[in-house]
T-cell receptor, first 108, second 116 residues
């Protein structure tokens, strides 16, 4: 089975940094994805990790440790538009299993 | 990335009726996926639909309740049959497409279903 855990909510101020952790225990692993989902909208792809280490993409970075079953998404220089739900998803057996999502609220 | 459209965008239906949701992609794709997202929750995979074969359903989902068609490489439908209020949810289709060097899933805008 798949077990993917991430915090329910996080709050941060504009311009700050927030780190969203994700731990997983899955029966197969072909990669880990992070998606952003604004309220009432479809998820959009943010990042992908398959090897250990940090992947940087502008203000967003994602880290993976396969041995620890751990990933994090780092959001830097937070903007109001970053207020959204962030979903951690693990690919195994050609399908994605999603965590429950972390709702990030950015305050002015 | 693939551009995906869904119809209808939302609907309100009566208990016991059925609704068919359409998903159209602007390019040919091998694998299409149907998800459900209940209020305040994350996405749950219903089934994987490949063209020319029967859909593969996840645990807890059955073909009689959620029949799926995949007539070609750009289109799929999901029917929610004999609906009850518990079926009220957002239904999303997704496709796998190449994003730079990574095969990733892109999602349609979703269909918001309310069952009375």
């Amino acid at each position: 089975g798949q077990n993917i855990d991430q915090p329910t909510e996080m709050t941060a101020t504009e311009g700050a940094i927030v780190q969203i952790n994700c731990t997983y225990q899955t029966s197969g692993f072909n990669g880990l994805f992070w998606y952003q989902q604004h309220a009432g909208e479809a998820p959009t792809f943010l990042s992908y990790n398959v090897l250990d280490g940090l992947e940087e993409k502008g203000r967003f970075s994602s880290f993976l440790s396969r041995s620890k079953g751990y990933s994090y998404l780092l959001l830097k220089e937070l903007q109001m538009k970053d207020s959204a739900s962030y979903l951690c998803a693990v690919e195994g057996d050609y399908k994605l299993s999603f965590g429950a999502g972390t709702t990030v609220t950015v305050r002015a | 990335s693939a551009v995906i459209s869904q119809k209808p965008s939302r609907d309100i239906c009566q208990r016991g009726t059925s609704l068919t949701i359409q998903c159209q992609v602007d390019s040919q794709v091998t694998m299409m996926f149907w998800y459900r997202q209940q209020p305040g929750q994350s996405l749950t995979l219903i089934a994987t639909a490949n063209q020319g074969s029967e859909a593969t359903y996840e645990s807890g989902f059955v073909i009689d309740k959620f029949p799926i068609s995949r007539p070609n490489l750009t289109f799929s439908t999901l029917t929610v049959s004999n609906m009850s209020p518990e079926d009220s949810s957002i239904y999303l289709c997704s496709v796998e497409s190449l994003a730079r060097t990574v095969n990733t899933q892109y999602f349609g805008p979703g269909t918001r279903l309310t069952v009375l």
